[in-house]
């Protein structure tokens, strides 16, 4: 059986810093794209972060420069490093493990960003 479990999340102030993980387990971690996107209320789910088996990463305009997406392949683990946060990266936020057509998702974390 397939799991994502995230956490990290939280309510955090402007300008703060959160580190997101997703444990991944039930799958061959080091052969999965692993992803983090989110959705925002009333907002369609949107890609923040992609980090492939081979190491390659893309983000969303919106994060780059402040967000950082890793992997530890030992653990099963896939990593959000998030700074500066401002109110508009209030949402909540999905892990998803993508090997050619098959998709899992997790179940979601909340992060809010307001003082």
């Known amino acids: 059986q397939v799991q994502l479990v995230e956490s990290g999340g939280d309510l955090v102030q402007p300008g703060g810093s959160l580190r997101l993980s997703c444990a991944a387990s039930?799958?061959?971690?080091?052969?999965?794209?692993m992803g983090w996107y989110r959705q925002a209320p009333g907002k369609q789910r949107e890609l923040v972060a992609v980090?492939?088996?081979?190491?390659?990463?893309n983000y969303a305009d919106s994060v780059k420069g402040r967000f950082t997406i890793s992997r530890a392949n030992a653990k099963n683990t896939v990593y959000l490093q998030m700074i500066s946060l401002k109110p508009e990266d209030t949402a909540v936020y999905y892990c998803?493990?993508?090997?050619?057509?098959?998709?899992?998702w997790g179940q979601g974390t909340q992060v809010t960003v307001s003082s």
């Open positions: 998803n493990a993508r090997v050619m057509s098959t998709d899992y």
């Open positions: 039930g799958i061959t971690f080091r052969f999965y794209a």
């Open positions: 980090l492939t088996s081979g190491g390659s990463t």
